[in-house]
């Protein structure tokens, strides 16, 4: 999860500070990036968003 945050915010979707923990700025952050990527929006970490996250 901390790596995927640091990609996050790396991508400008703020989650604070890449803590590992799937609190609700992380979630946030991983549905307005799903919603970029026209991928489904769930607010978490599933594999769409871990691939779409590695491009």
Do not use: C, H
């Given at each position: 999860?901390r790596e995927?945050?640091e990609?996050l ?7 604070g500070?890449p803590?590992g923990?799937?609190g609700?700025?992380?979630a ?10 026209g991928?489904?929006v769930?607010g978490?970490?599933?594999t769409?968003t ?6």
């Amino acid at each position: 999860m901390r790596e995927a945050q640091e990609r996050l915010n790396a991508q400008g979707y703020d989650v604070g500070t890449p803590d590992g923990a799937a609190g609700p700025r992380t979630a946030k952050a991983l549905r307005e990036f799903q919603k970029a990527q026209g991928i489904p929006v769930t607010g978490r970490l599933d594999t769409a968003t871990q691939g779409a996250l590695s491009r």
